[in-house]
């Protein structure tokens, strides 16, 4: 599968590929970080979330992973679809107010 | 519906008219945001309501910009005066209560200042 190292604005896989997307998180403190993915012309769309006191958490498909040393985080997607293609943001919360998003990455998958 | 809404969902106004945005969220919800989204970019933070309170306006870009929820559930977004620079998907956001909680988004507006 395709992995990034460092935030790409872009991502290009095939379909059945796993996909990581990664982001850099700006404020030590935040302790709540989300994943959401954004269609054209559609508001954000929860994936999944994950609390600062864990590093991973799993969900359908999908895996978070939060590396608070570095201030880094990952969306791992396992068999990526078609209907994958979107935007990832990756957004940070601090004491229970505004998210702050990071960069996002346009993921394509082709069949 | 079960999700937050948005109404209008495009708007074209005349450099210099004002327009209100609206935000209906999710039943019961505690906390509303307003976040501004411009093309290519990330949504950033406006403004955030507990209930009928404005407890944070410091994302307004300038006093042109003005939000309210009276009763603490529908919530208007006025932009007075409006600049081209004002163009950008306005969207809103809500959670279930007061503290750290996942914000669910609605569609967003569309604006487009001519």
């Known amino acids: 599968g395709e992995s990034v190292g460092l935030h790409l604005p872009t991502l290009s896989v095939q379909e059945g590929d796993n996909s990581i997307i990664n982001c850099a998180y700006s404020?030590?403190?935040?302790?709540?970080f989300i994943w959401y993915k954004q269609e054209s012309g559609k508001g954000p769309q929860f994936i999944i979330d994950i609390r600062s006191n864990m590093d991973k958490r799993q969900g359908q498909r999908v895996t978070v992973l939060l590396n608070k040393t570095v201030k880094h985080l990952s969306l791992q997607i396992a068999a990526t679809q078609p209907g994958d293609s979107a935007v990832y943001f990756c957004a940070e919360n601090l004491e229970g107010t505004a998210l702050i998003f990071g960069k996002g990455t346009t993921l394509s998958v082709s069949s | 519906g079960a999700g937050v809404s948005q109404s209008p969902r495009y708007k074209v106004a005349k450099r210099g008219q004002d327009v209100a945005l609206r935000c209906d969220p999710i039943?019961?919800?505690?906390?509303l945001f307003w976040y501004q989204q411009a093309l290519g970019q990330g949504p950033e933070f406006l403004t955030y309501?507990?209930?009928?309170?404005?407890?944070?306006k410091s994302g307004l870009p300038s006093d042109r910009f003005f939000a309210e929820r009276p009763e603490g559930s529908v919530s208007t977004l006025k932009i007075q005066r409006t600049q081209q620079e004002d163009s950008a998907v306005y969207l809103c956001?809500?959670?279930f209560g007061a503290g750290v909680e996942t914000q669910y988004f609605g569609p967003g507006t569309r604006l487009l200042v001519l």
């Open positions: 956001a809500s959670s």
């Open positions: 404020n030590s403190a935040s302790d709540y």
């Open positions: 039943s019961g919800h505690v906390s």
């Open positions: 309501f507990q209930n009928e309170a404005q407890l944070d």
